[in-house]
């Protein structure tokens, strides 16, 4: 979760944390895997990232999204047929996952990952966050979309 005790993106239980985690069911985490926190689906659904087709002002602004597919390809270790055509996901970085679920990767994965967020150049720390933020529920295991 985010550090700030209030976030927009808490939006079943009004805008502090606290009451999102007290309500967390563990029992649905354990069952699925991977829970995002946040309910209501826009934005990011049905899909929020089309990766081999980024804008025309993407691209002239040297904007992540124009890179997305290399991005993917780097941070999950796969070639270019495995980007997917799009991604959709419940918007925003606060989720919880089970234990189980993340020793399904091996601890290279997430060396990997972290690697790719440390010592990238072709975006800041508001872009790593924002790509981030788009495959969680992938690395995690589910769907892409």
């Known amino acids: 979760i985010h550090s700030n005790l209030d976030q927009w993106h808490n939006d079943l239980f009004g805008p502090h944390t606290s009451p999102a985690l007290k309500n967390l069911r563990l029992e649905a985490v354990d069952a699925q895997g991977y829970v995002n926190l946040r309910c209501e689906h826009d934005p990011g659904c049905p899909t929020s990232v089309h990766p081999w087709s980024p804008t025309q ?4 602004k040297d904007d992540i999204r124009a890179f997305f597919p290399e991005v993917y390809e780097t941070i999950l ?5 495995k980007v997917p055509e799009h991604i959709g996901n419940v918007c925003c970085g606060q989720f919880a996952v ?28 508001f872009g790593v966050g924002w790509v981030y933020e788009k495959i969680w529920h992938i ?4 769907d892409v979309i």
């Open 98 to 125: 089970s234990r189980e679920r993340i020793l399904e990767r091996p601890r290279e994965d997430y060396e990997r990952m972290l690697k790719w967020a440390d010592e990238t150049e072709l975006t800041d720390s």
């Open 77 to 81: 270790g796969v070639p270019a047929e």
């Open 139 to 142: 690395i995690f295991g589910m």
């Open 57 to 60: 002002i993407d691209i002239e």
